[in-house]
């Protein structure tokens, strides 16, 4: 059997289902895509308002720790 013959023979997934199935297929699939999209959207919005509000309640101490002036000299300096 040549290879052409071969390949017309096998029939795809669009080929030997109902082209309306065939079609919500897909549209399902891209819902299940946006959804997923959204998710993963409101994941990241929830985390940066986390981030917030953890650096909203941070005590002076932490904050100051986290500073990158070297406070000794500018102590020493005044």
Request: hydrophobic share 25%; aromatic share 6%; no cysteine.
């Amino acid at each position: 059997m040549s290879k052409k013959k071969k390949q017309e023979a096998e029939l795809t997934l669009k080929h030997s289902i109902n082209a309306d199935l065939f079609e919500q297929l897909k549209h399902k699939k891209q819902e299940l895509e946006n959804e997923e999209a959204d998710k993963k959207a409101e994941e990241r919005r929830l985390k940066a308002e986390e981030q917030k509000r953890r650096e909203k309640n941070k005590s002076f101490e932490e904050l100051l720790n986290e500073s990158s002036m070297n406070w000794k000299e500018f102590k020493d300096r005044g």
